[in-house]
DNA sequence: TTCGCAAATGCAACAAATCGCGTTATAATT
DNA sequence: AATTATAACGCGATTTGTTGCATTTGCGAA
């Protein structure tokens, strides 16, 4: 396996804040360190981090995608569908099911963001939508 | 509110079948019923539909998110982040986490496609990935 | 029925993402 | 060190998704 000095720098990227970025914005970092490359590069280089379980993806109903480094820290949302409106979910919350999943399933939950949808209370009070 | 004619052939074509489909997909589906429609009418349409609770979109590492009716029964699923199998989950093994929550937060999951993405146990034992 | 507002649509420009292919460069082997 | 296989890359073309704006159309009020 070649060594990606782009894998490298988007992985120190996103270690340095225990936050997501958009392929976006991913990709603007990326050109302040390596001024030519590609865009298709960078892309490349996130299916890459991806695949090996280094990096998760997440949607959090913005239109993009975000990734962040596996092991940044759980934290999970609740979207509201209708007013886009994000509430977090404690880990505890959640914590438990994936424990069970992975002994049942042998599977390791890269998951690290996990994101549901619904309608917040406020919304659903709105007569027609 | 006007009625879109746009929207009821999407409900049609997604009442259909118990499963989903790629905006692409339901872009020629429609095209099939209405030559003419432009693209972004269907996108836009989409937006209403999910923004009314009555479609759910997933993210099922295809690269593409897949819209379907909510209320066309609850499937989930695991997916390997490097060979891309796709295990299902029992619904009983997330329903009661999801009741929890709605209790909790109040709000209406409309979520009824769980995807949890990790590392199958097979791509686990490959030495390097 | 007509009028007028607001929602839905089409269109065209744009932006984001993907793909094929030829090239470059790394790392293992000799 | 030279050779070779192959992973990573850049580039251009294409596809997919988004946005602003002008136009059309459905629906309620007059």
Known sequence: ???????????DLLGQK??????QQIFEQ??????AVNRSTVYRS???LVSQ????????GTGSLVYELVG????????????????TI????????FSKIEQESHFQIITNHLILYGICPG???????
């Open 30 to 35: 990326i050109r302040t360190r390596l001024p």
């Open 123 to 129: 919304c659903q009070n709105k007569k027609e939508l």
């Open 90 to 97: 404690p880990a505890d919350e959640i914590n438990p099911l």
């Open 53 to 60: 379980g280094k990096v998760s993806i997440s949607d959090i």
């Open 72 to 87: 940044n820290g759980m934290h999970h949302h609740l979207v509201c569908q209708h007013c886009h409106q994000i509430i």
């Open 18 to 23: 225990q936050y997501h970025y958009t392929s």
């Open 46 to 48: 996130l299916d890459r």
């Open 1 to 11: 396996m070649k060594t990606s000095s782009v894998d490298q720098i988007i992985a």
